[in-house]
Each structure stands twice: as structure tokens, then as C-alpha cells.
T-cell receptor, first 113, second 115 residues
Framework: DTAVSQTPKYLVTQMGNDKSIKCEQN?????MYWYKQDSKKFLKIMFS???????INETVPNRFSPKSPDKAHLNLHINSLELGDSAVYFC????????????FGNGTRLTVT | DQQVKQNSPSLSVQEGRISILNCDYT??????FLWYKKYPAEGPTFLIS?????DKNEDGRFTVFLNKSAKHLSLHIVPSQPGDSAVYFC??????????????FGKGTKLSVKP
């Protein structure tokens, strides 16, 4: 009955590969996000989707692309992986409206070798 | 250019005592502040929030204080319990019409509550 679930939990891959991280939420929220926690522990927003429409893109490389097949899913595709992409990626969601807090998944630790 | 700063990477407190976690911010446009708690291998969990029109918000053992003139907020946990041991993130949201979920996070403070 996990509210926001993402898979896989760990992902180890080589430079140049293409990989995807999946995210699903069963909270009925209408907005989903991807955050990245880098080696310096900063959590930074990458994307958000509301009703299948991208409403934030914080200048991440275009090798990263979010894909939302429906309101409950927001997957993250990464092409041509680089060493610097190694990080923990968190999916999150919230309900539209004033001051709705984010609900986070447990994160996917991506290691690029 | 960190807009949200948590200058103490760690804090150790005895069980039953008060824990005070501090956070400073630089952007006066921030209008909403949140605290998240994170256990290892889990995602951050929302704890408490405060709007910029208030200076205090309380929820059980947790109280957040906001000093807008000093651009400073703090989280008080009283009494502290061993289960409170976690990393605490301060976050802020701008009022520039962006998404509600576009938060700026600090680096976190690791709280250890000793029995």
C-alpha cells in the first residue's frame, strides 16, 4: 500500500547506456515530480507533470526526459548516461491547491560506472 | 549560491531534551517553508510547515518558528525521542507562481537522539 513507489531501488549501469526509472502514486494526486539528490546531498527539482503537461523543467540536460502515460505514473528516461548522472533520484507527488506537501518515494540510487 | 542553508550538518541531543534545528534563507520572495524528515534508504517525509504570514506553527511535539526579518526559521522538537533520529531538511517555496512542488531544499541536519 505504498503511496509513491519507484523502481528499481538500485541501478548500476555503464556510461553511454540508456535507462529508465519508473514511478507510480496511488494517492490520486494530480501533479508528480522528479527530484535529484546529488553527491553534496542537495535535493533539486528536475521536472513536474500536471495533467500530462510539463510545467517545470529546471534546465536539466535533454538526455533526461519524463514520460507520463497517465496521471498516476511519471517515468524518467535517461539517454547516454554519464558519470555525473550518478545520484539518488526521488519521485514525488502532491495534490493541486494551496500548500499541498510533497509525498516522496524511497528513491532510486543510480550508479554510472 | 545556496538559497536555503542549514549550517549544522549534525546535532546530538539527549532523549527528553529539546532539539533545535536551524535554517537560514536568502530569498525574500519565499512565502512558504517546510520541514521534512528522512530516514536512511527512505524518501523525505513531510513534517510541518509555516506560511510567511505567520511566525509560529505547532503540531504536537514539533514547532516551527519563522523570523522573517532575520530570514531564519527553526524547528523545535520537545521532548526529543530516539525515533526522531533522522536527517531533517528545511525547504522553501517561492511565490513566483511556480508549481506548488517546486521547493528549494537545504542540505539537511542529521539529528541523533541518544537514550
Amino acid at each position: 500500500d505504498t503511496a509513491v513507489s519507484q523502481t528499481p531501488k538500485y541501478l548500476v549501469t555503464q556510461m553511454g547506456n540508456d535507462k529508465s526509472i519508473k514511478c507510480e502514486q496511488n494517492l490520486g494526486h494530480d501533479t508528480m515530480y522528479w527530484y535529484k539528490q546529488d553527491s553534496k546531498k542537495f535535493l533539486k527539482i528536475m521536472f513536474s507533470y500536471n495533467n500530462k503537461e510539463l510545467i517545470i523543467n529546471e534546465t536539466v540536460p535533454n538526455r533526461f526526459s519524463p514520460k507520463s502515460p497517465d496521471k498516476a505514473h511519471l517515468n524518467l528516461h535517461i539517454n547516454s548516461l554519464e558519470l555525473g548522472d550518478s545520484a539518488v533520484y526521488f519521485c514525488a507527488s502532491n495534490q493541486g491547491g494551496e500548500n499541498s506537501p510533497l509525498h516522496f518515494g524511497n528513491g532510486t540510487r543510480l550508479t554510472v560506472t | 549560491d545556496q538559497q536555503v542553508k542549514q549550517n549544522s550538518p549534525s546535532l546530538s541531543v539527549q532523549e527528553g531534551r529539546i532539539s533545535i534545528l536551524n535554517c537560514d534563507y536568502t530569498n525574500s520572495m519565499f512565502d512558504y517553508f517546510l520541514w521534512y524528515k528522512k530516514y536512511p534508504a527512505e524518501g523525505p517525509t513531510f513534517l510541518i510547515s509555516i506560511s510567511s504570514i505567520k511566525d509560529k506553527n505547532e503540531d504536537g511535539r514539533f514547532t516551527v518558528f519563522l523570523n522573517k526579518s532575520a530570514k531564519h526559521l527553526s524547528l523545535h522538537i520537545v521532548p526529543s525521542q530516539p525515533g526522531d533520529s533522522a536527517v531533517y531538511f528545511c525547504a522553501a517555496r517561492g511565490n513566483y507562481g511556480g508549481s506548488q512542488g517546486n521547493l528549494i531544499f537545504g542540505k539537511g541536519t542529521k539529528l541523533s537522539v541518544k537514550p
